[in-house]
């Protein structure tokens, strides 16, 4: 089909004399606006080139009058960010659970920057999310080794357990076999016991001759129930989560040879605020306990 | 073509080689560029015209008005009825409210209004064009100002070709002045869209408003001045896509404002009482030319550069009137029909097609879909997200627990109190994260007009009562007791392998 009002432009702007399958390019003159506009850009170019750091130079580069530097904006804004994190951080100070519960913006910041610097410093050991790592405590569930309040995961995390500082947490269990003072049948027999006291098993015959033991030997630190004492950081026997484990080989290997699991004091590796700040995380990751009456630091 | 054909057949002398090509940029051709030449379209008056004016202050109208209009939402919510609040963020059509996660409703206007428009112009060609593009209702209003301030076509062209005197400044800078106005006007009515009108107008002028709508304001202003003002049927031709989009979405029974030239051939000047038989109607007074906004002939036929405003047809009828010849010589028709109509054959409208009716189809079930969904719409949302690091904690007793975060969107102008229920486990332990109390019914949770509460909530199967399966649907449920408006939400309670 051919158009006549085609053929008619033909004749007045004439064609490239590019033809295919017979659809031919017209030679339209450009719009001299369009040529305004590329002067325009060119313009706009020079001035970009003069205020705006264009040229690199041997060794360094041509500023720009506007002295723009993405390096500087992002320096300014990691240092605005710090000092806004000290600002914001500094309402963790000396607040209680409460007062920190009440405070949304607190509870947000403390909760980000405890979730931080968790990931930083403590998943190594603790492992993320649901990850669970035998020896190192699973910080979602209800257990505490030496409380689980806000005030108590805070001086856990400061000193540390086992750790190179004065105030750190400490206790030691004695290796009852390798110090010698039980024999292999008494260990095997007191295994029964500890795992009676779960009811996670135990035979009845290893159990009563454990039982006096158990009053000698365990009672003073675990209780006589085998309830534990946060206290001294004498484990619950009696519940169902087992640090190390809780089939009779790993029970036995924990009496024979003792065990001494650390944890560095993190006092003196990160600022008091992100201290607060991962107590506040570590406490609400659901096992958080609440300050009683009666605890007292 | 074979090379050497060629060269045998043009030797400019003995040995001597004549390439038989014509220069490209041959100056015979013409400059690369070529300059605006300014159109002075003529006044015309007729049908088409007074429509135009109707569509043209209709739509202006709507346009500005719209942000000034009230809608009373109660509570704090804004009492416009068309915002865009992006702070919120929510859009405010009247009655209706969407928040973000709802964003397929525009995506669903999106598809309504292309459907519409590939429709209309396959039915009418380019309707859009002609009189309800922004670009087409503001150039005319801008040559409304231009004709009212300079004249008429003649009193323009001379008015441009005279030396600068005080009259032609005098009458420049009113025309000017006015446009600006009318730009400025219409870059302040755009901001009013996006913020709280009667606020925008108090803080606008005192430099308090928005970065952004300065930004808007300015744009829009310069935009409308140039577009409206100074580049007109350039912006059309050269910088619109539509015009290329339309060629494939017309065909030979599309609408279209046409030149008969059946009726119209041959053309040629007329002398009273000379007789029309053996030629053609059209006397080529050229006042269809003349009067185009776009600067075409339309006797050339269809052609990209044509906006089909169709005010030619009223210049052409004015003229048939005076010659007592019937209307029409240049008039909304198909393709098909001048030809037929050349041919002598009955003209044939044919609006049922293949494309028409699929548009119509799918115009049809979107705006279904969307009434549907507009209609059946939930005011009360909730979302469950499960804790999947960790999937579930086993605690000291034996006890299995497991994280909920739950966010409830309460997308009502008023308070509402919510009772959360858990159903599918056997008497679960409940906790709200942060309240130390252990619940087995949570105590009711308000939400506040028009917000989204989020709250996370521990579950916990005591060791005596776990599910036997390692996975099992747990059902929650959020309920106004007090209106009886009800939303569920499934998810899953996890007790690992055992």
């Known amino acids: 089909m051919t158009d006549p009002s085609n053929e008619q432009k033909d004749a007045s702007v004439g064609t490239t004399g590019h033809e295919w399958d017979g659809i031919k390019e017209l030679n339209n003159p450009l719009p001299l606006w369009w040529l305004w506009i590329f002067y325009a850009t060119i313009i706009v170019a020079i001035i970009y080139f003069v205020i705006m750091p264009t040229f690199p130079l041997v060794s360094s580069y041509t500023a720009g009058t506007l002295n723009q530097s993405d390096r500087v904006n992002v320096e300014a804004a990691v240092n605005a960010a710090r000092l806004e994190r000290v600002e914001r951080g500094a309402g963790l100070g000396d607040s209680s659970m409460e007062q920190i519960r009440s405070d949304t913006s607190l509870l947000?910041?403390?909760?980000?920057?405890?979730?931080?610097?968790?990931?930083?410093?403590?998943a190594t050991c603790h492992g993320r999310g649901s990850q669970r790592i035998a020896g190192y405590p699973y910080l979602h569930d209800d257990v505490w080794l030496w409380g689980g309040t806000l005030d108590e995961i805070r001086q856990t995390i400061r000193f540390g357990i086992r750790a190179d500082h004065d105030q750190t947490r400490f206790s030691q269990m004695p290796a009852f076999l390798s110090d010698g003072i039980l024999t292999d049948d008494q260990v095997g027999d007191l295994a029964d016991f500890v795992m009676s006291l779960s009811g996670s098993g135990g035979e009845f015959d290893a159990i009563n001759r454990a039982s006096s033991l158990f009053a000698l030997h365990c009672a003073s630190c675990h209780g006589e129930q085998g309830l534990g004492d946060q206290a001294q950081g004498a484990p619950n026997l009696s519940d169902r989560d087992w640090l190390y484990g809780g089939d009779r080989t790993t029970i036995i290997e924990t009496i024979s040879f003792s065990r001494y699991g650390v944890m560095p004091a993190w006092e003196t590796r990160l600022d008091p605020i992100t201290v607060r700040a991962l107590a506040v995380y570590v406490h609400s990751l659901g096992g958080g306990e609440?300050?009683?009456?009666?605890?007292?630091? | 073509m074979d090379v050497a054909d060629v060269k045998a057949k043009t030797e400019a002398a003995p040995g001597v080689e004549r390439h038989d090509v014509e220069a490209v940029n041959a100056a015979a051709l013409g400059s690369l560029y070529k300059a605006r030449e300014a159109i002075y379209p003529k006044r015309v008056a007729g049908f088409f015209r007074n429509f135009k004016w109707f569509i043209m202050w209709a739509t202006l109208g709507v346009y500005y008005i719209t942000p000034w209009i009230r809608w009373d939402r109660g509570g704090d919510l804004p009492d416009q009825a068309v915002l865009i609040d992006f702070a919120a963020p929510r859009f405010y059509f009247f009655f209706i409210e969407i928040w973000p996660q709802e964003i397929y409703y525009l995506t669903g206007l999106m598809v309504l209004a292309a459907m519409f428009l590939f429709l209309a112009t396959a039915l009418l060609g380019r309707v859009w064009c002609g009189y309800t593009c922004p670009q087409t209702v503001w150039t005319d209003l801008f040559i409304w100002v231009e004709r009212r301030v300079e004249g008429d076509r003649n009193a323009r062209m001379k008015l441009d070709r005279q030396p600068w005197t005080g009259n032609k400044i005098a009458r420049k800078s009113i025309k000017h002045t006015i446009w600006l106005l009318i730009a400025m006007a219409t870059g302040g009515a755009w901001i009013f869209y996006f913020h709280d009108a009667p606020d925008l107008l108090w803080l606008f002028p005192r430099g308090e408003a928005p970065v952004a709508s300065y930004f808007s304001f300015a744009l829009l202003t310069a935009t409308t001045y140039v577009f409206g003002g100074h580049m007109r049927e350039q912006v059309c031709i050269y910088m619109c896509p539509w015009p290329r989009i339309q060629s494939a979405l017309i065909d030979e029974d599309t609408l279209a404002v046409t030149y008969r030239k059946g009726r119209g051939e041959a053309r040629g000047a007329h002398k009273k009482g000379d007789t029309w038989e053996g030629r053609g109607h059209c006397i080529d007074c050229q006042q269809c030319v003349v009067s185009c906004p776009m600067g075409i002939d339309i006797r050339d036929g269809l052609q990209l550069e044509c906006i089909q405003c169709a005010l030619c047809i009223d210049a052409c009828d004015s003229i048939m009137d005076k010659l007592d010849l019937p209307k029409g010589l240049i008039a909304y028709d198909t393709d098909l029909n001048i030809n037929r109509m050349a041919a002598g054959e009955t003209p044939r409208f044919r609006f049922l097609r293949p494309r028409t009716v699929a548009y119509a189809i799918i115009l049809t079930v979107v705006g279904s879909l969307m009434l549907y969904g507009l209609l059946t719409r939930d005011y009360l949302e909730l979302n469950v997200l499960r804790d999947r690091s960790p999937n579930f904690v086993e605690l000291s007793d034996g006890s299995v627990r497991n994280g909920y975060t739950i966010k409830i969107y309460n997308m009502l102008p008023r308070e509402q109190t919510f009772v959360l229920g858990v159903a599918g486990l056997d008497a679960p332990e409940l906790h709200?994260?942060?309240?130390?109390?252990?619940?087995?019914?949570?105590?009711?949770?308000?939400v506040g007009p028009d917000q989204i509460r989020s709250v996370r909530i521990?579950?916990?199967?005591?060791?005596?009562?776990?599910?036997?399966?390692?996975?099992?649907?747990v059902t929650f449920s959020v309920e106004n007791t007090e209106v009886g408006t009800v939303n569920t939400s499934q998810t899953v309670f996890v007790v690992g392998a055992r």
């Open chain 1, 290 to 297: 609440e300050e009683t009456v009666s605890a007292t630091e």
């Open chain 2, 458 to 473: 521990y579950v916990t199967a005591p060791e005596a009562r776990l599910p036997g399966t390692h996975q099992s649907p």
């Open chain 1, 108 to 122: 947000e910041y403390g909760l980000a920057a405890g979730e931080a610097a968790f990931g930083d410093n403590c």
């Open chain 2, 432 to 446: 709200l994260v942060g309240d130390p109390q252990t619940y087995d019914v949570l105590p009711p949770l308000t």
